[in-house]
């Protein structure tokens, strides 16, 4: 599977936005989708998951309440829209794909991943 990020950008401390993965090849209701992120001179971070059937879903701490991942099967497409942005929340985000037979698992583990995005920038200006 191929995946391809965007919706990054440049935003206001407060504001909105919605990060797109969307997917080519393979079967996309069997692959768990993740995002991630890095910010520069840190290390890599779970964001968000959500199972391939939609149903299940996990973020981290810091993003809860603010983040929302959603996936629309038929469009092939992972959302993340994420509200209330602080400063640092400035990172590059990773979309990433996990292939499981199940439905309905979620993963956090960048190691679980065997897929991953080109990234887009995320920056949000105090």
């Known amino acids: 599977v191929q995946l391809q990020a965007s919706g990054g950008g440049l935003v206001q401390t407060g504001n909105s936005l919605t990060l797109s993965c969307a997917a080519s090849?393979?079967?996309?209701?069997?692959?768990?989708i993740g995002w991630f992120r890095q910010a520069p001179g840190k290390e890599r971070e779970f964001v968000s998951a959500v199972s391939g059937s939609g149903v299940n879903k996990s973020s981290a701490d810091s993003v809860k309440g603010r983040f929302t991942i959603s996936r629309d099967n038929t469009k092939n497409t992972v959302y993340l829209q994420m509200s209330s942005l602080k400063p640092e929340d400035t990172a590059i985000y990773y979309c990433?794909?996990?292939?499981?037979?199940?439905?309905?698992?979620?993963?956090?583990?960048?190691?679980?991943?065997?897929?991953w995005g080109q990234g887009t920038q995320v920056t949000v200006s105090s």
């Open positions: 090849g393979g079967t996309f209701r069997r692959y768990v």
């Open positions: 990433a794909a996990a292939w499981r037979i199940h439905s309905n698992i979620v993963l956090s583990l960048a190691d679980s991943y065997n897929y």
